[in-house]
């Protein structure tokens, strides 16, 4: 500034003073012309009017005027400080501008979004209330949350009769329908599927019997319910010693044979928990059992005095088909009584199952000799400590029959703005065997108010970037039939639309501890979420907080794998889209009551001691919250690079073999190299977002498509969905699997007789190993080169 003060000085200087050109409006005839006049003495101030410009003189009528040339060398030379002055300025008044305006926006609330947030929301229009931002929409989905009766429609729907199939059931089909139909949605449909489902005869029941040294059947064994039973069991009578196998995983009946107890040929009596009743039957067919009888342990639940137990003449429900959706049609849907080739599914079991209560459990052990089970394996039926067996015969009888059945699964849609083909699905499991208060009355109240509440904030100018989709599944107890069928339907649509899953099963089993069984994409999102909502029970607290009061490591202490029971399982390991289980649990304790007839509404109200309202309410602003960020961020909010830490984490297991492999002539480095190309594939897009222009929404959009199929990118395309449906390399189930390759590697440090208890061969298999490798490989390596985006920008470093 002063140099260019110090110009304009020095042209005034050099201008002779006695003569200055200045331009007056003339008066007069010649109104609107400017004319120029001569003035003496001191410097006159030009006052700027509008301008007629004159044309240019003929040559020579006019003197030159040699005092204008100073001037204009000082203004050329000082035009570029003038011009660089003012975009300074210009500059620095718009960022002092936009600093205030983010500061004292009101409209923007409390919560400024900043970009290590990862929070990049758009703000939505309302022609009501104007402009819409994440707080306006938190706001208002709290708002209009909190105007539901979440526990009146808890109560109602557990006192309904909804098994699958049933008159009760289609009763309540149409209300929800009906209910959803009122609200503000787009669409609203119900899928019907034609399904095999197993239920018990009624006019020939399953039977135990205890049997003689002669093979004679003698006493029968009361079985307090006949309604109990284990769906997809085998049919038929078996009969064997009894041996007791604590829950039935592989590594207890690898105990159990080193302890001198085999159960080949043998009835299993095994706990419930830990594992599916479908795993535990699985295992026991592949030691060579019989039979399996499945226990409730009551050392397994609360023992508080203040909280309702379980009654010991109370048998628990559960399915035994290792798998999802209708076994009788693997691989296709049931859609409109397709006939399709008499296929069965490969994980139904081979031999029959059956539920029995604590009672009948008690008098089994008293019977049993052999060994005394290990401290562990102990429980608090006897008052003596339990022993292994063998115990006396036993005759099981399973007499279950399969018939055809229609489920219905009902829908409801809020269409995305701007991106209307991209689904956000969120459903809970509307069926029950029992009362199913927690089960699955829970759930379909949250759903329900959830549906709600987005119809109200639609009607208050909300409206999503992505669609939203509401789903009641049926056959929610026969294995998640309703939805593996879906699934199966519309198998190579929705790889491609749908974002992620979110499901409410399950979803209020306690108050203490909060558990979400999802994919790895969804972890820091959960994360996000948890600091934005308050505990039901330390006021003052967000989740987050309660959390790593325990733990510091929160996602050591929430963060769990999905389960194959879960109806969130199917959507990853055989769709391949993200998805999320989450619930509330008791301290270290299982629920109760869960899949029995004593799963009312007023033994969850009593074990969540008067909290289940509270609960409830928090599920569904988790629920809610995690929905709003996943259908209205214009980027994606999955982490993509998670996955790198999942391998990295696997590979440290396969590190333990890397000496056995290579004095076998074998390496792990080709896994090794398709590890680092996916983490390199994941910074570069990374970065790729973060110096990309924010409102390019064909960029954005190109972005979310290759984000929203990185868990796809995870199911091997080497194998057929039929004969391996679960292709997830890391959640699915089969010889591609990681889990599979380390169960195999295992193998090299067995003994000569190999691991026990499989039927099929236990020793090391080099050319197996081969494939399961090259299987597992390059499924993680097309998984970096399709998250790299075009062909042109892959960098393999094999």
């Not at 019977?367 to 099981?396: D, F, I, M, N, T």
């Amino acid at each position: 500034m002063e140099r260019l003060w110090g110009l304009l000085q020095r042209a005034q200087q050099l201008s002779p003073r006695s003569s200055q050109t200045v331009y007056q409006r003339v008066e007069g005839p010649q109104k609107g012309h400017l004319e120029e006049e001569e003035e003496d003495g001191e410097e006159t101030l030009a006052h700027f009017c509008p301008m007629e410009l004159k044309g240019p003189e003929p040559l020579g009528s006019r003197p030159r005027q040699p005092n204008l040339i100073p001037w204009a060398a000082a203004g050329r030379r000082a035009a570029p400080y003038l011009v660089l002055t003012a975009l300074l300025i210009f500059t620095g008044a718009f960022l002092l501008g936009y600093v205030a305006f983010r500061g004292s926006c009101q409209t923007c609330g409390d919560s400024v979004l900043v970009v290590s947030e990862d929070v990049n929301y758009e703000p939505d229009l309302d022609f009501h209330r104007g402009t819409l931002y994440w707080s306006d929409l938190q706001a208002m989905f709290l708002q209009f949350l909190g105007e539901g009766r979440l526990e009146d429609t808890i109560r109602q729907t557990s006192l309904r009769e909804r098994v699958a199939g049933s008159a009760g059931m289609a009763a309540l089909t149409q209300d929800i329908r009906a209910a959803l139909s009122r609200q503000k949605l787009d669409h609203v449909w119900t899928d019907t599927h034609y399904v095999g489902l197993q239920f018990p005869d009624p006019a020939h029941p399953n039977t135990l019997h205890w049997v003689d040294e002669a093979g004679k059947v003698g006493e029968q064994l009361p079985l307090e319910d006949p309604d109990v039973y284990c769906p997809y069991s085998a049919i038929g009578n078996v009969t064997g010693e009894l041996v007791y196998a604590h829950y039935g995983r592989p590594e207890d009946l690898q105990d159990l044979r080193a302890r001198g107890v085999d159960p080949v040929g043998r009835l299993l009596l095994v706990r419930v928990g830990v594992i599916s009743f479908a795993q535990k039957v699985t295992n026991a067919q592949d030691f060579g059992a019989q039979g399996v009888l499945i226990y409730p342990e009551p050392a397994d639940f609360s023992q508080d005095p203040h909280k309702p137990s379980l009654s010991s003449q109370q048998a628990v429900y559960g399915h035994v088909h290792l798998g999802t959706g209708d076994p009788y049609t693997p691989g296709f849907p049931s859609f409109n009584q397709t006939q399709f080739p008499p296929v069965a599914s490969s994980g139904l079991p081979s031999i029959p199952a059956q539920p029995i209560s604590a009672d009948i459990a008690s008098c089994l052990l008293r019977k049993l000799k052999g060994p005394v089970a290990p401290q562990e394996w102990q429980g608090s039926l006897l008052g003596s400590p339990y022993h292994l067996g063998p115990g006396p015969g036993l005759r099981l009888a399973v007499n279950n029959h399969r018939t055809s059945t229609p489920i219905n699964n009902i829908f409801g849609c809020i269409e995305g703005r701007s991106e209307p083909d991209h689904y956000v699905v969120i459903g809970a499991q509307r069926d029950a065997w029992g009362p199913g208060a927690a089960k699955s009355a829970v759930g379909t109240a949250i759903l329900l108010e959830l549906v709600r509440t987005f119809s109200s904030m639609v009607s208050n100018g909300f409206r999503p970037h992505r669609s939203l989709l509401f789903i009641s599944w049926d056959g929610g107890d026969f294995g998640s039939v309703g939805s593996t069928e879906w699934l199966e339907g519309y198998l190579s649509v929705l790889h491609l639309k749908a974002v992620v899953y979110v499901s409410l099963d399950n979803a209020v089993l306690g108050n203490d501890k909060f558990r979400a069984k999802t994919s790895p994409l969804l972890t820091s999102l959960i994360e996000s979420v948890l600091k934005q909502v308050d505990s039901p029970n330390h006021s003052g607290q967000t989740l987050y907080e309660q959390v790593v009061f325990t733990n510091p490591s929160w996602d050591a202490e929430v963060i769990r794998p999905l389960p194959m029971d879960s109806s969130a399982y199917s959507f990853t390991a055989f769709v391949g889209v993200p998805a999320v289980e989450f619930s509330f649990v008791e301290d270290d304790q299982a629920y109760p009551f869960l899949h029995t007839k004593e799963d009312t509404y007023e033994n969850l109200h009593k074990v969540l001691q008067g909290r289940l309202p509270a609960v409830a309410q928090a599920v569904a602003q988790l629920a809610g919250q995690l929905l709003i960020r996943l259908s209205h961020d214009r980027l994606l909010p999955l982490d993509f690079g998670r996955y790198g830490d999942v391998v990295l984490r696997h590979i440290g297991n396969l590190n333990e073999f890397s000496g056995d492999l290579k004095a076998r002539g074998l390496t792990l480095q080709w896994v090794y190299s398709a590890r680092g190309d996916y983490i390199r594939a994941a910074e570069k897009l990374r970065q790729e977002i973060y110096s990309s222009e924010e409102r390019d929404e064909r960029l954005t959009r190109m972005y979310n498509v290759r984000i929203m199929r990185v868990e796809f990118y995870f199911l091997s395309q080497y194998v057929s969905p039929a004969d391996s449906p679960f292709r997830h390399i890391f959640m699915g189930r089969g010889d591609h699997t990681l889990g599979a390759l380390l169960d195999h590697l295992r193998l090299l440090r067995s003994n000569s007789s190999g691991t026990p208890g499989a039927t099929s061969s236990a020793v090391f298999q080099e050319s197996r190993f081969r494939r399961q490798l090259a299987l597992l490989t390059w499924t993680l390596q097309g998984a970096a080169n399709a998250l790299s985006g075009d062909v042109w920008n892959i960098d393999n470093n094999f």
